[in-house]
């Protein structure tokens, strides 16, 4: 069983920076996918960035390509979302996400992930 913790939300003003943690219990294999997804009062839950971990290959959504920046510690078991440039419109709930299998246009959808963490806040002021 796998079971994700996230951390490290929290209040900026716009152009400022966070970065999120997601600590992994449970055995996470190379052959796994994980991501970041968001949820704003009100809308559907998103997909912001996912890592194949075998060879570290990270994917994007447009709207947050050249800002954030996904990345894995293998030794710590971490994942993290270093979140740059953030603007109003980046303020929402964060979420980690894990499946065992590789990332795949699917995987953008959160009912491709089985593990879920409990989410962060994240909230930029203008």
């Known amino acids: 069983q796998v079971q994700l913790v996230e951390s490290g939300g929290g209040s900026v003003q716009a152009g400022g920076s966070l970065r999120l943690s997601c600590a992994a219990s449970g055995y996470i294999s190379s052959h796994y996918c994980m991501g970041w997804f968001r949820q704003a009062p009100g809308k559907k839950r998103e997909g912001v960035a996912l890592?194949?971990?075998?060879?570290?290959?990270?994917f994007y959504d447009n709207s947050v390509k050249g800002r954030f920046a996904i990345s894995r510690d293998n030794a710590k078991n971490t994942m993290y979302l270093q979140m740059n440039v953030l603007k109003p419109e980046d303020t929402a709930m964060y979420y980690c996400a894990a499946q065992g299998d590789y990332c795949r246009g699917g995987s953008w959808r959160e009912e491709f992930f089985s593990y879920w963490g409990q989410g962060t806040q994240v909230t930029v002021a203008s």
């Open positions: 890592i194949y971990l075998s060879g570290n290959i990270e």
